[in-house]
């Protein structure tokens, strides 16, 4: 015990010593374009509340009628006893929505990529990985046996190489950010499908940061290039702009069997409880039948932008509304950000 309490206590006088230490913010309130903090009234700049879901009168009210109906939680893992008519439901609907032939949802845009990854690639496959893509792909890829191959942040004769380098896997997946989450910019997703193809690989991409956001509807960065039926795997999350919790893999029917029976993070955890699933479902309607959420989106963020601009801060070189303020070192950011 005295081992571990002098460890973390030397792990945070390190980070209090890099000025990145901080304890996270307490809303008061619910998550929308204003919050509640210590008793004041901000504008928050920071959730992934794309479209304002989060508050939407018709989440509330599937949230509400599905635990009058259902209950609040589901009891069991998918494969038991946890799967109930609202998550097949939900899972058509996405399916539907990703223009695929199925969908498979987990607790987390987290597991989901550990989860995919884990169980559908063998030692003998090769991964080839974008440099700056979200942690969980990376922690998903570094947590299993398949060899890994990374080239230089959308670099199509990096990528080329290395699948050149792989001719002689089993079989290579190209996996990469739809949107990447920190800098904004988005995937070159056309060239990345071409060479996948002519090489015999095949093509995942995380569309966390698309869903809600690019494509007709919001469907994501497949859509958005018209790239339906070219794309093995389309990993999203419920989390951000469909304004719930979860993450799905949109795939053939033959890979979500797979999933359903190699996958751990299905195997063994709970499922969502139906409330969640409900809302879900209510924002995939709303996606479905009206635009207007993704058109006002793209309104503020081209407003914001240019108001960032015209102050003379620099945004980088986002093309989404993950819109970057950078000011230098992680300390300086650290201040801005208290303030």
Known sequence: MDKLQQFAAGELETLRQKGVFHRPRVLESEQKATVIIDGHEVITLSSNNYLGLTVHPKLREAAINAIEKYGVGSGSVRTIAGTMSLHIELEEKLARFKHTEASLTFQSGYTTNLGVISALMLPEDIIISDELNHASIIDGIRLNKTPRKVYPHKDMTGLRRVLEESRGASKVMVVTDGVF??????????????????????????????????????????????????????????????????????????????????????????????????????????????????????????????????????????????????VGEGALAMKFSTR
Not at 229 to 238: C, D, H, I, K, S
Not at 262 to 276: E, I, K, N, Y
């Open 181 to 326: 989450s920190m800098d904004g910019d988005i995937a070159p997703l056309p060239e990345i499908v071409a060479l996948a193809e002519a090489y015999g690989a095949f093509v995942m991409v995380d569309d966390a940061h698309s869903s809600g956001v690019l494509g007709k509807n919001g469907r994501g960065s497949v859509s958005h290039f018209g790239l339906d039926g070219r794309v093995a795997l389309q990993v999203g999350t419920l989390s951000k702009g469909i304004g719930s919790l979860g993450g799905y893999v949109a795939c053939s029917q033959d890979v979500k069997d797979l999933l359903m029976m190699r996958s751990r993070p299905v195997l063994f955890s709970t499922s969502h409880p139906p409330s969640v699933v409900a809302t879900c479902i209510a924002a995939i309607e709303l996606l479905e039948n009206d635009n207007s959420l993704v058109e006002r989106l793209w309104e503020n963020t081209h407003f914001f932008k240019r108001g960032l601009e015209q102050l003379g801060f620099n945004t980088g070189h986002s093309e989404t509304p993950i819109t970057p303020v950078i």
